[in-house]
């Protein structure tokens, strides 16, 4: 689905992400994880093409970047989603149709179907009923669910969230965590979830890949909770946050 | 009322009137949302300079103005790529440059000062019979743009990173509003002149901004404060023989108070800071 051989990234001379090998299967839930400015949101923008890397080669769907052109098939929530203009004067149904209006021809579907792909999507995040509320009158937690509809409502098959539950209160992270996981679990999809939260890798990651300029550990998440790479993260804090329940 | 629109020359200002002012509305939501209200004001100075090279080359002046502001538009996106300026000191540059340069050709050529006057303070009940048809066209074509490509333009506004992500060329759509809002302001130049035409892209969007939920009403609300001010005060400049763009833009700023009242009365409360 996605393979990054050998990339590197560099800002102004420094280097930001060095010699990456990494492969996201169909189905994976992956967590990437490492310190603040450790490179992940550098790394996902790079797998998305909204950077060029320095060397090596992205493919998604064994595509570059640039001659990727299905872009409906890569749902993006970014990391400062939940930071928007909150006097911007969009409702919730507007920001989470703006997806279907990306396309060549404006999502090619007509007013009434592009409707109801977006009722879809709000049904499946739970926000069914605020369709018509201004997206500047919702939680945090609730806007970031209205991101996540925009992120499906084209019908994924690959979902990118950069630290998605960052000011957003506990509760709120629980069943955040639970709708990704009957996402991935039932509906097949593939996530990747840029965190710094190494709490909820035993609950609900398939996968880790852990990051600091280069990767030192991509694999299976109950090996990695085994790996020395885990216990020195832990023992050296890394700036990473522990999951309290 | 029936017998004055009975006349040529008001069918012609309101014709036009009416199409730059909905143009101006529309483009102006977007660039108010992307915080580039500023544009408007410096486009119009770098129109100038079209203004007094089409006086002083003895050609519409109308479409000098098209041909420098346009030019402008897109040499301010490379500029501010290329030089990596922010967008505000490259308009800043050029229309310093443009001030500058009509001012020169103003005083080089000393005979078209009167005709010059109109174009700085606006004279739409003036326009000519070719100027409206120019008018009404670019003005079609603006709006017809803004049509085509509405959703990528408010996905872009709202949310520039997810857009470039779902595959909107931002580049593109950011020199093509740049164009339009080029075009939109020489039109708007005849309604309320170089001085004041930048007050038709920025008050009516922001009155349309205080009472609006969602970004369809928002358009629609700034859209009906920029029609309401620009036939009013076409109608108060007829009235009490004032100047009309004058008359337009206090109406614009009295809308903006009305609007700002009504979201007072609704109790919307700033966020926090």
């Given at each position: 689905?996605?393979?990054l051989?050998?990339v590197?990234?560099?800002?102004d001379?420094s280097p930001?992400?060095?010699?990456?090998?990494?492969?996201i299967?169909e189905?994976?839930f992956?967590?990437?994880?490492g310190?603040n400015?450790?490179?992940?949101?550098?790394?996902?923008?790079?797998?998305?093409g909204?950077?060029?890397?320095?060397?090596?080669?992205?493919r998604?769907?064994?595509k570059?970047?640039?001659?990727?052109?299905?872009?409906g098939?890569?749902?993006?929530?970014?990391q400062?989603?939940?930071?928007?203009?909150?006097?911007f004067?969009a409702?919730?149904?507007?920001?989470?149709g703006?997806?279907?209006?990306a396309?060549?021809?404006?999502?090619g579907?007509?007013g009434?179907?592009?409707r109801?792909?977006?009722?879809k999507?709000?049904?499946e995040?739970?926000?069914?009923?605020?369709?018509?509320?201004?997206?500047?009158r919702?939680?945090?937690?609730q806007?970031?669910?209205?991101?996540i509809?925009r992120?499906?409502v084209?019908?994924?098959?690959?979902?990118?969230?950069?630290?998605?539950?960052?000011?957003v209160?506990?509760?709120?992270?629980?069943?955040?965590?639970e709708?990704?996981?009957?996402?991935?679990g039932n509906?097949?999809?593939?996530?990747?979830?840029?965190?710094?939260?190494?709490?909820?890798?035993?609950?609900?990651?398939?996968?880790?890949?852990?990051?600091?300029?280069?990767?030192?550990?991509?694999?299976?998440h109950?090996?990695f909770c085994?790996s020395?790479?885990?216990?020195d993260?832990?023992?050296?804090?890394?700036?990473?946050?522990?999951?309290?329940? | 009322?029936?017998?004055?629109?009975a006349?040529?020359?008001?069918?012609?200002?309101?014709?036009?009137?009416v199409?730059?002012a909905?143009?101006c509305?529309?483009?102006?939501?977007?660039?108010?949302?992307?915080?580039?209200?500023?544009?408007?004001h410096?486009?119009?100075?770098?129109?100038?300079?079209?203004?007094a090279?089409?006086?002083?080359l003895?050609?519409?002046?109308?479409a000098?103005?098209?041909v420098?502001?346009?030019?402008?538009?897109?040499?301010v996106?490379?500029?501010?790529?290329?030089?990596g300026?922010?967008?505000?000191?490259a308009?800043?540059?050029?229309s310093?440059?443009g001030?500058a340069?009509?001012?020169l050709?103003a005083?080089l050529?000393?005979?078209?000062?009167v005709?010059?006057?109109?174009?700085?303070?606006?004279?739409?009940?003036a326009?000519?019979?070719?100027?409206?048809?120019?008018?009404?066209?670019?003005?079609?074509a603006?709006?017809?743009?803004?049509?085509l490509?509405?959703g990528?333009?408010?996905?872009?506004?709202?949310?520039?990173?997810?857009?470039?992500?779902?595959g909107?060329?931002?580049?593109?759509l950011?020199?093509l509003?740049?164009?339009?809002?080029?075009?939109t302001?020489?039109?708007?130049m005849k309604?309320?002149g170089?001085?004041?035409?930048a007050?038709?892209?920025v008050?009516?969007?922001?009155?349309?901004?205080?009472?609006?939920?969602s970004?369809?009403?928002?358009?629609?609300?700034?859209?009906?404060?920029?029609?309401?001010s620009?036939?009013g005060?076409?109608?108060l400049?007829?009235?009490l023989?004032?100047?009309?763009s004058?008359?337009?833009v206090?109406?614009?700023?009295?809308?903006?108070?009305?609007?700002f009242?009504?979201?007072?009365?609704?109790?919307?409360?700033?966020?926090?800071?």
């Amino acid at each position: 689905m996605i393979a990054l051989r050998a990339v590197s990234f560099r800002y102004d001379g420094s280097p930001v992400l060095v010699d990456i090998d990494l492969t996201i299967r169909e189905g994976d839930f992956l967590a990437i994880i490492g310190p603040n400015g450790s490179g992940k949101t550098t790394l996902v923008k790079v797998i998305l093409g909204l950077l060029a890397p320095t060397s090596g080669e992205v493919r998604l769907f064994g595509k570059t970047p640039a001659e990727f052109s299905e872009r409906g098939k890569i749902g993006y929530v970014p990391q400062k989603a939940t930071h928007i203009d909150p006097f911007f004067p969009a409702s919730v149904e507007e920001v989470v149709g703006m997806a279907l209006m990306a396309g060549p021809r404006q999502g090619g579907a007509s007013g009434r179907e592009s409707r109801a792909k977006v009722l879809k999507a709000l049904e499946e995040v739970g926000m069914s009923g605020s369709a018509g509320t201004p997206i500047g009158r919702l939680s945090g937690g609730q806007q970031q669910r209205a991101f996540i509809a925009r992120a499906l409502v084209t019908s994924p098959r690959i979902l990118f969230l950069d630290e998605p539950t960052t000011g957003v209160d506990a509760g709120t992270q629980d069943s955040f965590y639970e709708m990704l996981d009957r996402l991935n679990g039932n509906e097949g999809l593939t996530i990747v979830l840029v965190t710094h939260d190494i709490g909820i890798i035993n609950k609900h990651v398939t996968s880790v890949a852990c990051l600091n300029q280069r990767l030192s550990y991509h694999g299976s998440h109950a090996e990695f909770c085994r790996s020395e790479v885990f216990r020195d993260m832990v023992t050296r804090g890394d700036h990473l946050v522990a999951h309290e329940h | 009322m029936q017998a004055l629109f009975a006349y040529g020359f008001l069918q012609r200002a309101v014709l036009s009137g009416v199409l730059i002012a909905v143009a101006c509305a529309v483009l102006g939501v977007f660039l108010v949302l992307r915080k580039d209200a500023m544009i408007g004001h410096g486009l119009s100075h770098i129109a100038f300079a079209g203004v007094a090279l089409g006086l002083f080359l003895r050609v519409l002046p109308l479409a000098a103005a098209l041909v420098v502001a346009v030019a402008a538009a897109i040499a301010v996106m490379k500029l501010k790529d290329r030089a990596g300026l922010h967008g505000d000191t490259a308009i800043g540059i050029f229309s310093s440059l443009g001030m500058a340069v009509g001012i020169l050709l103003a005083s080089l050529a000393r005979n078209f000062n009167v005709e010059l006057m109109a174009y700085l303070f606006g004279d739409i009940l003036a326009i000519e019979p070719l100027e409206v048809g120019l008018t009404v066209v670019l003005a079609a074509a603006v709006l017809a743009a803004v049509r085509l490509n509405y959703g990528k333009l408010l996905y872009m506004t709202f949310d520039r990173e997810s857009a470039r992500a779902s595959g909107v060329r931002v580049g593109r759509l950011d020199t093509l509003l740049m164009v339009l809002t080029a075009v939109t302001i020489v039109l708007g130049m005849k309604v309320a002149g170089i001085l004041l035409v930048a007050a038709l892209i920025v008050i009516p969007a922001a009155a349309g901004l205080q009472v609006a939920s969602s970004f369809r009403t928002a358009v629609a609300a700034s859209a009906a404060v920029a029609v309401f001010s620009v036939v009013g005060g076409l109608g108060l400049s007829l009235a009490l023989n004032i100047p009309a763009s004058a008359a337009i833009v206090v109406l614009c700023f009295f809308a903006f108070a009305a609007s700002f009242a009504v979201k007072k009365g609704r109790g919307v409360r700033l966020p926090a800071k």
